[in-house]
């Protein structure tokens, strides 16, 4: 079945209580069959099998990007998982994406080189119909309600062009584009595919920029470049493959240390429970620190931008102590989240802001002691709106307090928890959104956390 194909369709599956497949469309058993696995047994993928679990522990749905290594391709994929009575999971895929292994030491010079061709200009941003909601100013070749298509043409239809891209819903770099209106007139675009917390497409945000001359093909690219191509490393391209590398083993030894810590094949000895716990840690805490370098590898880029959109403060917060409420009360912690009708509107990126906050949650949560409370509280003043995370834990000394935001600073703990990345991470995300993270504590009385993003206009 190609990629086209799987795209346009909807692919489901159901599992049981445990996790045997009880029915799902042949592309999944394909998966299925290629994990060795059984098309009527335990689902053999790590990946959906988390996923899968996850929503049932939960009890709700979950919606979340998946990445699925292969021996020849990778499988990028939305699932969503909703559990249903008796135990059992249903679950949605959508967004299907194949991507074919390729050698990234040969194509790092054109990769480069692409990128290399990047616009520079005006920023865009459409909606999920592709209709223009944002053109930035001194380039005019649209206005806000105008269609994507009915603006913009491409002197051929390619699978690495602009409408392929968008129909697959695929960033796009430095591609080549003719004015319906003036075919004269050329632009450059890039491009990448905006999404909602539960995978929704919300549109594109990009960048154009006039092209003077024709536009070359990726191979003939100027002496720059070609500088750039060589001189600089593979860095994104080796980056994302050895993202994809590790997650896959990581996947499995996760998921295959759950099912032997579970018990799930038949009776264990304690202690080889309790070893199998331990390795499931590690490999969540090495899935961590995989996170936080794909996120660090992106922030720490000098072109590195963030959405702006409207956001909701008091919502975020909402959602991060719905997402860690599990992990708080088996500690017997006490989330207090803004009330349903408050309200703090800001200019941020959705996705962003929410890491942020879980982030901070996170923290609060794993340095907290057991039977404590942690206060989430927002609110809107001076034009600014501010979302505050406070716990009672034993709380940092003043001449640590901007220590804790630096790389790798975990200070002193020797413990299995954190990256020591979450909180450099965040606050350069918090800053890119022009606000902050500031924080305010004292040994032994606990600390506060306060994000900071611009307020939305009433």
């Known amino acids: 079945m190609s990629v086209e194909t799987v795209a346009s369709q909807a692919v489901t599956a159901c599992l049981d209580a445990a996790d045997r497949?009880?029915?799902?469309?042949?592309?999944?058993?394909?998966?299925?069959?290629?994990?060795?696995?059984?098309?009527?047994?335990?689902?053999?993928?790590?990946?959906?099998?988390?996923?899968a679990r996850l929503a049932r522990r939960l009890k709700i749905l979950i919606a979340r990007p998946l990445l699925i290594g292969g021996d020849e391709y990778d499988i990028r994929v939305w699932v969503r998982a909703r559990?249903?009575?008796?135990?059992?999971?249903?679950?949605?895929?959508?967004?299907?994406?194949?991507?074919?292994?390729?050698n990234v030491m040969e194509n790092a010079a054109s990769r480069f080189a692409e990128v290399a061709l990047a616009?520079?200009?005006?920023?865009w941003r459409t909606d999920a119909q592709m209709r223009f909601i944002h053109v930035g100013d001194g380039q005019g070749f649209a206005q806000a309600g105008d269609e994507f298509f009915e603006i913009f043409t491409e002197d051929s239809v390619s699978r690495r062009g602009v409408t392929a891209n968008i129909v697959a819903r695929r960033a796009f770099f430095a591609r080549p584009v003719r004015l319906l209106s003036d075919e004269t007139q050329r632009f450059?675009?890039?491009?990448?595919?905006?999404?909602?917390?539960?995978?929704?497409?919300?549109?594109?945000r990009g960048k154009a920029s006039i092209a003077e001359e024709e536009v070359a093909p990726a191979a003939a690219v100027s002496a720059e470049a070609a500088d750039v191509a060589e001189t600089e490393p593979a860095f994104p391209d080796f980056g994302r493959r050895l993202d994809f590398a590790l997650r896959q083993p990581l996947g499995r030894i996760i998921a295959n240390a759950e099912t032997i810590k579970g018990k799930i094949e038949g009776p264990l000895r304690g202690d080889y429970a309790s070893y199998a716990s331990d390795i499931a840690d590690a490999g969540r805490h090495l899935m961590e620190l995989v996170d936080?370098?794909?996120?660090?590898?992106?922030?720490?880029?000098?072109?590195?931008?963030?959405?702006?959109?409207?956001?909701?403060?008091?919502?975020?917060?909402r959602r991060a102590a719905g997402l860690l409420g599990v992990k708080a009360a088996d500690r017997q912690i006490r989330i207090e989240a803004p009330k349903a009708d408050e309200s703090a509107p800001a200019i941020g990126e959705f996705r962003r802001a929410l890491q942020i906050t879980v982030n901070l949650l996170n923290n609060a949560i794993?340095?907290?002691?057991?039977?404590?409370?942690?206060?989430?509280?927002?609110?809107?003043e001076d034009g600014v709106a501010v979302l505050v995370v406070a716990d009672q834990g034993r709380g940092i000394a003043l001449e640590d307090?901007?220590?804790?935001?630096?790389?790798?600073?975990?200070?002193g703990r020797d413990d299995a928890g954190g990256t020591g990345l979450g909180l450099y991470i965040s606050r350069r995300l918090a800053r890119a959104m022009q606000g902050d993270i500031t924080i305010d504590s004292a040994p032994g009385q606990g600390a506060r956390f306060t994000l900071t993003l611009p307020a939305a206009d009433a």
């Not at 469309?25 to 290629?34: S, V």
């Not at 450059?188 to 594109?204: I, K, T, V, W």
């Open 21 to 51: 497949i009880l029915r799902a469309d042949d592309i999944i058993l394909k998966l299925q069959e290629a994990a060795g696995g059984e098309a009527d047994g335990r689902i053999a993928v790590p990946q959906i099998a988390s996923v």
């Open 83 to 102: 559990p249903v009575e008796d135990g059992g999971v249903e679950m949605g895929f959508s967004e299907w994406q194949e991507t074919p292994h390729v």
């Open 119 to 123: 616009p520079e200009g005006a920023e």
């Open 188 to 204: 450059y675009l890039s491009g990448h595919p905006l999404f909602d917390a539960d995978g929704s497409f919300l549109g594109y």
């Open 292 to 317: 936080d370098l794909a996120d660090l590898q992106a922030i720490d880029r000098a072109n590195f931008t963030v959405a702006s959109e409207d956001v909701d403060l008091a919502d975020i917060a």
């Open 366 to 380: 794993r340095y907290s002691p057991e039977d404590s409370t942690i206060w989430l509280r927002s609110e809107v």
């Open 401 to 411: 307090q901007e220590r804790v935001f630096d790389k790798f600073e975990r200070l």
